[in-house]
């Protein structure tokens, strides 16, 4: 007999970039057994100090390498190493103790020049990861009382960390849950890694400009022009080796050649020269690139096969790029002074961040940005985005103090699920505005489930953004619009507007825009309503819009001003003043300018003779040329500022879920190999997650489901059940309200007629009378991940299209959101005399629904249609899941912080 051979696939979907705190990347990967040779060479690098620390005596590097085995089973032991350059830094372990399979032991060394830069963090993250996926529990580690900085990297990972000292050493046990504590650490410690990633880019001390000539025409030395025109605060050097200096800028054949350190080279040359000046840039020391050259994935295979072969070498050494394909990086600051692009305008300093994915784009914004006179903190177009990504700018605009109000224009998601959890945890200190380009009703044709089929591309992105408090617009226009506003007025602290102008119609148009925007025309007070009609001339309007009429003077706009600003009742104040007279509009932008000073808080916009932006005669009031371009950007901003001010919503935790029955079940599936599971598996699920279910048999035979319905109680339903009967309405296989036995053998025996082979069974189900439909489901979308979507039920469910969408996992919050913000929550409430359901058990279905999709992440489609909203509790009458195991991911091209 022979002996059977287990082979062990190297788990290469486990490879990962992440950034340290000091800026630099760091590659993590699985150790293998080819790694002995490095291991040697690391352990030999090690100071006999970190020796002992590991091991707790002296080792030669022979016998600590055989105590940290390159040989694993990625099961019950798995390292991971940590490289950069291709040389091995750091390594760590977990060993799964075989007397309690949930626990680990763990153990890193890390080389000494690098201590204290955040890899023993990374390396115990990862090991944390893979673990709970391997469902392990509780790390534990014995540490030395003298090893501080490995004892700091526990106590400050945010597990719950307890420990002890006993011989002689520091005993440390820690669950690796993902807790709010632990998220909360992570989150801090990558926002610090992503600003310090950054600043090599916005705030570089040396620039090299690789491809600058003697040829103004050439984007390298606009670049170079543009860099000295402004003021750049660091040091400037162009690389060609055609010239020894460029417009008295001293220039070097080669990077390597320049002979001061170079923290940022911005690189302008031909396409197939670029691999060359990376590798340059990399034997500098470079700390990032920004490559301004086309002619890469955007051109097809061949372009991004160039384009990863940069990455790679770019992230083996821990460099950022930009790019390809950009227009480059700008920094306002008077510290900085940095007009690192080919355009010919450069904006005034300010308090607004952009990023452009579209380079072209990023010309006409700069442009349009100027007329509108706002400023700029930061603007960088990414292009292609390979490596710098929405998700490191926003976090770097989140710890830069020079940037209020943060602008994006987006094409595409690298990683939406990770840009809703920065976006998330940013928004609620800075706002983030952003145009989101390439909608698409497409990529739901193939979906099986309902949810699936709901699922557009576009409604997932808007219901991303209103998760993490995004402003979307769908226009350029409409994104300054709303810019102007927050870069320049506090947020609104309520949804009740007054208008006050000097012509009828404009006021009518606010108002209708105001109702359009969910906004509110407030009530005026008595008082305040008394002192207008004592103010101004008995033709005038003094309710809300305050219409002052054409004859209005400065002095009129100013007391009507003062005495909206100080009615209790409202929150903010449209201005609209059209040009009667030339000469009073000077003095009239005065007289909003200095009343504004007075506003104690409140919102103001204005429509004003046609200005756009923010007229020095205005500031720091916006202008509109028209009022619904005011009504709406102040709309929008207040229903960010309602979000920022509800609570944050914690995460659902639930006692009464039996968690090994779903596995149970699960794991019995994916043992035959997945796919749609059989009305018990289904209903066995619905009941372990407790979501209220109607009760059911699964029957074989018309004698069985006779029986069934006789024990289970007139009326019931009956469902012809097969593997192809995926929408029963349309194939006509269910038959509702059958009232005694043989309406259920009649229905049965002509359903078999007609679907014949089709069906292979039929479930025989309780009627849940009576209710509102609705609908749970869940899809596993290829870029998005998870998403749960709620709404309107029934066989009309794609229809009527009533369904709002959160990116997993779900808070109470957004569960809240999802039920109201469908048109079903009016029915729900109570209509036309009808008793208000429960929507609070709409919201725990909703809930426990999430929190499956982290007991079964297996799960690719889940529908519950209908669910039967009642006034007391709710019934799920018909479910669907479909189990699948997951397909290991190739590696993501995005850093890990």
Same mark, same amino acid.
């Given at each position: 007999?022979?002996?059977?051979?287990?082979?062990?696939?190297?788990?290469?979907?486990?490879?990962?970039?992440?950034?340290?705190?000091?800026?630099?990347?760091?590659?993590?990967?699985?150790?293998?057994?080819?790694?002995?040779?490095?291991?040697?060479?690391?352990?030999?690098?090690?100071?006999?100090?970190?020796?002992?620390?590991?091991?707790?005596?002296?080792?030669?590097?022979?016998?600590?390498?055989?105590?940290?085995?390159?040989?694993?089973?990625?099961?019950?032991?798995?390292?991971?190493?940590?490289?950069?350059?291709?040389?091995?830094?750091?390594?760590?372990?977990? !060993?799964?103790?075989?007397?309690?399979?949930?626990?680990?032991?763990?153990?890193?060394?890390?080389?000494?020049?690098?201590?204290?830069?955040?890899?023993?963090?990374?390396?115990?993250?990862?090991?944390?990861?893979?673990?709970?996926?391997?469902?392990?529990?509780?790390?534990?580690?014995?540490?030395?009382?003298?090893?501080?900085?490995?004892?700091?990297?526990?106590?400050?990972?945010?597990?719950?960390?307890?420990?002890?000292?006993?011989?002689?050493?520091?005993?440390?046990?820690?669950?690796?849950?993902?807790?709010?504590?632990?998220?909360?650490?992570?989150?801090?410690?990558?926002?610090?890694?992503?600003?310090?990633?950054?600043?090599?880019?916005?705030?570089?001390?040396?620039?090299?400009?690789?491809?600058?000539?003697?040829?103004?025409?050439?984007?390298?030395?606009?670049?170079?022009?543009?860099?000295?025109?402004?003021?750049?605060?660091?040091?400037?050097?162009?690389?060609?080796?055609?010239?020894?200096?460029?417009?008295?800028?001293?220039?070097?054949?080669?990077?390597? =050649?320049?002979?001061?350190?170079?923290?940022?080279?911005?690189?302008?040359?031909?396409?197939?020269?670029?691999?060359?000046?990376?590798?340059?840039?990399?034997?500098?020391?470079?700390?990032?690139?920004?490559?301004?050259?086309?002619?890469?994935?955007?051109?097809?295979?061949?372009?991004?096969?160039?384009?990863?072969?940069?990455?790679?070498?770019?992230?083996?050494?821990?460099?950022?790029?930009?790019?390809?394909?950009?227009?480059?990086?700008?920094?306002?600051?008077?510290?900085?002074?940095?007009?690192?692009?080919?355009?010919?305008? !450069?904006?005034?300093?300010?308090?607004?961040?952009?990023?452009?994915?579209?380079?072209?784009?990023?010309?006409?914004?700069?442009?349009?940005?100027?007329?509108?006179?706002?400023?700029?903190?930061?603007?960088? @177009?990414?292009?292609?985005?390979?490596?710098?990504?929405?998700?490191?700018?926003?976090?770097?605009?989140?710890?830069?103090?020079?940037?209020?109000?943060?602008?994006?224009?987006?094409?595409?998601?690298?990683?939406?699920?990770?840009?809703?959890?920065?976006?998330?945890?940013?928004?609620?200190?800075?706002?983030?505005?952003?145009?989101?380009?390439?909608?698409?009703?497409?990529?739901?044709?193939?979906?099986?489930?309902?949810?699936?089929?709901?699922?557009?591309?576009?409604?997932?992105?808007?219901?991303?953004?209103?998760?993490?408090?995004?402003?979307?617009?769908?226009?350029?226009?409409?994104?300054?619009?709303?810019?102007?506003?927050?870069?320049?007025?506090?947020?609104?602290?309520?949804?009740?507007?007054?208008?006050?102008?000097?012509?009828?119609?404009?006021?009518?148009?606010?108002?209708?825009?105001?109702?359009?925007?969910?906004?509110?025309?407030?009530?005026?007070?008595?008082?305040?309503?008394?002192?207008?009609?004592?103010?101004?001339?008995?033709?005038?309007?003094?309710?809300?819009?305050?219409?002052?009429?054409?004859?209005?003077?400065?002095?009129?706009?100013?007391?009507?001003?003062?005495?909206?600003?100080?009615?209790?009742?409202?929150? @903010?104040?449209?201005?609209?003043?059209?040009?009667?007279?030339?000469?009073?509009?000077?003095?009239?932008?005065?007289?909003?300018?200095?009343?504004?000073?007075?506003?104690?808080?409140?919102?103001?916009?204005?429509?004003?003779?046609?200005?756009?932006?923010?007229?020095?005669?205005?500031?720091?009031?916006?202008?509109?040329?028209?009022?619904?371009?005011?009504?709406?950007?102040?709309?929008?901003?207040?229903? !960010?500022?309602?979000?920022?001010?509800?609570?944050?919503?914690?995460?659902?935790?639930?006692?009464?879920?039996?968690?090994?029955?779903?596995?149970?079940?699960?794991?019995?599936?994916?043992?035959?190999?997945?796919?749609?599971?059989?009305?018990?598996?289904?209903?066995?699920?619905?009941?372990?997650?407790?979501?209220?279910?109607?009760?059911?048999?699964?029957?074989?035979?018309? !004698?069985?489901?006779?029986?069934?319905?006789?024990?289970?109680?007139?009326?019931?339903?009956?469902?012809?059940?097969?593997?192809?009967?995926?929408?029963?309405?349309?194939?006509?296989?269910?038959?509702?309200?059958?009232?005694?036995?043989?309406?259920?053998?009649?229905?049965?025996?002509?359903?078999?007629?007609?679907?014949?082979?089709?069906?292979?069974?039929?479930?025989?189900?309780?009627?849940?009378?009576?209710?509102?439909?609705?609908?749970?489901?869940?899809?596993?979308?290829?870029?998005?991940?998870?998403?749960? =979507?709620?709404?309107?039920?029934?066989?009309?469910?794609?229809?009527?299209?009533?369904?709002?969408?959160?990116?997993?996992?779900?808070?109470?919050?957004?569960?809240?959101?999802?039920?109201?913000?469908?048109?079903?929550?009016?029915?729900?409430?109570?209509?036309?005399?009808?008793?208000?359901?429960?929507?609070?058990?709409?919201?725990?279905?909703?809930?426990?629904?999430?929190?499956?999709?982290?007991?079964?992440?297996?799960?690719?489609?889940?529908?519950?249609?209908?669910?039967?909203?009642?006034?007391?509790?709710?019934?799920?009458?018909?479910?669907?899941?479909?189990?699948?195991?997951?397909?290991?991911?190739?590696?993501?091209?995005?850093?890990?912080?």
């Amino acid at each position: 007999m022979s002996a059977e051979i287990t082979i062990i696939q190297y788990p290469a979907h486990l490879e990962s970039d992440v950034v340290l705190r000091n800026g630099r990347t760091l590659r993590l990967r699985p150790v293998r057994p080819e790694d002995h040779d490095a291991m040697l060479d690391f352990f030999r690098g090690l100071s006999s100090d970190s020796l002992h620390s590991r091991f707790f005596g002296s080792r030669t590097p022979e016998s600590a390498l055989k105590d940290t085995p390159v040989d694993v089973d990625y099961e019950n032991d798995f390292g991971v190493v940590g490289e950069v350059g291709g040389e091995i830094i750091g390594v760590a372990h977990y !060993y799964r103790s075989r007397l309690a399979p949930k626990s680990a032991e763990v153990a890193f060394t890390i080389a000494d020049r690098l201590q204290g830069t955040g890899i023993g963090t990374r390396l115990l993250e990862k090991l944390a990861d893979v673990a709970r996926a391997k469902h392990v529990e509780t790390f534990f580690a014995d540490v030395l009382p003298d090893n501080r900085k490995m004892i700091d990297v526990f106590l400050s990972s945010g597990f719950n960390v307890t420990r002890k000292s006993a011989d002689g050493a520091v005993h440390v046990s820690f669950p690796i849950e993902s807790t709010e504590s632990y998220a909360e650490a992570a989150a801090v410690r990558s926002q610090k890694a992503a600003y310090a990633s950054m600043k090599s880019i916005f705030e570089p001390h040396t620039i090299a400009v690789v491809g600058a000539s003697r040829r103004p025409e050439q984007l390298g030395t606009k670049i170079l022009t543009n860099l000295k025109t402004t003021g750049f605060q660091g040091q400037i050097v162009a690389v060609n080796p055609k010239a020894t200096n460029i417009d008295g800028v001293p220039c070097f054949p080669s990077v390597t =050649a320049v002979d001061i350190p170079v923290d940022l080279a911005i690189i302008a040359v031909p396409a197939e020269h670029v691999e060359a000046v990376i590798d340059d840039c990399i034997e500098k020391g470079v700390s990032a690139v920004v490559v301004i050259t086309a002619g890469f994935s955007e051109t097809g295979e061949a372009g991004r096969a160039a384009e990863d072969r940069l990455l790679d070498k770019l992230r083996s050494a821990g460099i950022r790029m930009v790019g390809p394909n950009c227009m480059g990086v700008i920094n306002t600051d008077p510290k900085v002074n940095m007009h690192a692009t080919f355009s010919a305008i !450069y904006p005034p300093n300010g308090n607004v961040a952009m990023s452009s994915q579209s380079g072209a784009l990023g010309l006409a914004i700069l442009d349009y940005a100027r007329n509108l006179s706002i400023g700029f903190s930061t603007f960088i @177009s990414v292009g292609n985005k390979v490596d710098v990504s929405g998700n490191d700018l926003i976090q770097y605009w989140a710890e830069d103090v020079n940037t209020d109000v943060v602008l994006l224009y987006l094409e595409s998601f690298g990683n939406p699920k990770r840009f809703g959890e920065i976006a998330r945890r940013v928004a609620r200190k800075k706002p983030i505005v952003a145009v989101k380009a390439g909608r698409s009703k497409s990529g739901a044709l193939a979906a099986q489930s309902h949810t699936g089929a709901l699922a557009s591309s576009d409604a997932l992105v808007a219901d991303l953004f209103r998760q993490a408090g995004v402003i979307r617009t769908d226009t350029l226009e409409a994104m300054f619009d709303v810019a102007t506003l927050l870069a320049n007025q506090p947020l609104p602290v309520g949804r009740r507007v007054a208008v006050m102008t000097n012509a009828g119609g404009p006021g009518i148009l606010a108002a209708d825009a105001c109702e359009a925007g969910g906004l509110e025309l407030s009530q005026l007070s008595e008082e305040t309503t008394q002192k207008l009609r004592d103010s101004l001339p008995p033709a005038a309007s003094v309710r809300n819009p305050v219409d002052m009429i054409a004859s209005a003077t400065p002095e009129d706009y100013r007391r009507v001003l003062e005495l909206l600003l100080a009615d209790p009742g409202i929150d @903010s104040v449209i201005i609209i003043y059209i040009p009667v007279e030339a000469t009073h509009a000077a003095a009239v932008a005065a007289v909003i300018r200095e009343t504004a000073a007075k506003a104690k808080g409140k919102t103001l916009v204005a429509t004003f003779m046609s200005a756009v932006g923010v007229p020095r005669k205005l500031t720091p009031v916006p202008s509109f040329p028209f009022p619904e371009r005011a009504a709406n950007a102040l709309g929008r901003a207040t229903r !960010y500022a309602e979000w920022r001010r509800r609570p944050v919503g914690v995460a659902p935790q639930f006692e009464d879920i039996d968690v090994a029955l779903i596995r149970q079940v699960a794991q019995r599936v994916l043992a035959r190999g997945g796919g749609w599971l059989d009305a018990d598996e289904v209903h066995e699920i619905m009941l372990a997650a407790n979501i209220p279910t109607a009760m059911l048999e699964t029957t074989a035979s018309v !004698y069985d489901a006779v029986h069934a319905a006789m024990r289970m109680g007139f009326p019931v339903a009956v469902k012809a059940q097969g593997p192809e009967l995926l929408h029963k309405t349309e194939a006509g296989a269910v038959k509702l309200g059958l009232q005694d036995e043989r309406e259920v053998r009649e229905a049965y025996l002509e359903m078999q007629g007609r679907l014949g082979e089709l069906m292979t069974g039929a479930v025989v189900q309780q009627m849940v009378e009576g209710g509102v439909e609705v609908m749970i489901g869940a899809t596993q979308d290829p870029i998005f991940g998870h998403i749960v =979507a709620y709404g309107s039920g029934g066989t009309l469910v794609e229809l009527l299209a009533d369904v709002s969408f959160r990116i997993h996992p779900l808070t109470d919050v957004d569960a809240e959101d999802m039920v109201q913000e469908t048109r079903c929550w009016t029915l729900l409430q109570g209509f036309r005399g009808t008793k208000p359901c429960d929507a609070g058990a709409i919201r725990d279905a909703i809930l426990r629904v999430s929190v499956l999709l982290n007991i079964c992440p297996e799960i690719a489609e889940l529908d519950i249609n209908p669910l039967k909203a009642m006034p007391s509790g709710v019934a799920a009458v018909d479910a669907r899941i479909r189990i699948e195991r997951p397909s290991p991911q190739p590696p993501s091209r995005r850093v890990s912080y």
